[in-house]
């Protein structure tokens, strides 16, 4: 099953980031660019915001150190890095303290990407609020169990919850 793959890549799609360049710091209102003020080459101005991918280099745009570190992606936790023209992940973006981890679980690297243990799964904020507690195919996943403690079950009554790979559990009803 690759569902939780798949989430775990949006995931990371949505906390992506990156680069930047050496000309002056251009930031138009509208851009996509990082609002932190990473300086970015026009020909990249879509690609820059999110992406982090800032700067021209032989016609395609690539990440840098300057603008990984000023990206949305580093901001939220994960992608701070420059390596081999994209922004990646490092074990310090990726431990305790850190958005992935304390959020969403993701907090053993593993290669340039962060990933779900099951410490991690347990102790983040997911887990407390939405019962996404248990590490199974890479990603933490509702059970019963954390469902009927979870936060949202317990004092909202919301007992129907949709774990990080799409799955849909009912408890607590």
Same mark, same amino acid.
């Given at each position: 099953?690759?569902?939780?793959?798949?989430?775990?890549?949006?995931?990371?799609?949505?906390?992506?980031?990156?680069?930047?360049?050496?000309?002056?710091?251009?930031?138009?209102?509208?851009?996509?660019?990082?609002?932190?003020?990473?300086?970015?080459?026009?020909?990249?101005?879509?690609? *820059?915001?999110?992406? =982090?991918? !800032?700067?021209? +280099?032989?016609?395609? #745009?690539?990440?840098? /150190?300057?603008? $990984?570190?000023? &990206?949305?992606?580093?901001?939220?936790?994960?992608?701070?890095?420059?390596?081999?023209?994209?922004?990646?992940?490092?074990?310090?973006?990726?431990?305790?303290?850190?958005?992935?981890?304390?959020?969403?679980?993701?907090?053993?690297?593993?290669?340039?990407?962060?990933?779900?243990?099951?410490?991690?799964?347990?102790?983040?904020?997911? *887990?407390?609020?939405? =019962?996404? !507690?248990?590490? +199974?195919?890479?990603? #933490?996943?509702?059970? /019963?169990?954390? $469902?009927?403690? &979870?936060?949202?079950?317990?004092?909202?009554?919301?007992?129907?919850?949709?774990?990080?790979?799409?799955?849909?559990?009912?408890?607590?009803?």
């Amino acid at each position: 099953m690759n569902q939780p793959r798949l989430c775990l890549a949006a995931l990371l799609v949505c906390m992506t980031a990156c680069a930047s360049s050496s000309s002056p710091d251009q930031s138009p209102q509208g851009s996509s660019a990082p609002a932190t003020g990473a300086p970015f080459d026009k020909e990249c101005e879509n690609d *820059c915001g999110m992406s =982090g991918l !800032c700067s021209s +280099k032989d016609g395609k #745009c690539v990440a840098t /150190e300057e603008g $990984c570190r000023r &990206s949305a992606g580093c901001a939220s936790g994960a992608f701070c890095v420059a390596k081999d023209g994209a922004c990646v992940s490092s074990a310090e973006t990726c431990g305790k303290g850190q958005p992935p981890c304390d959020k969403f679980g993701v907090c053993e690297l593993k290669g340039d990407l962060c990933h779900a243990t099951e410490q991690g799964c347990r102790d983040s904020s997911e *887990c407390k609020v939405n =019962g996404n !507690c248990v590490l +199974k195919e890479s990603a #933490c996943h509702v059970d /019963e169990a954390s $469902c009927k403690a &979870s936060e949202n079950c317990r004092d909202k009554k919301m007992c129907r919850v949709v774990d990080m790979a799409g799955i849909t559990t009912t408890c607590g009803e």
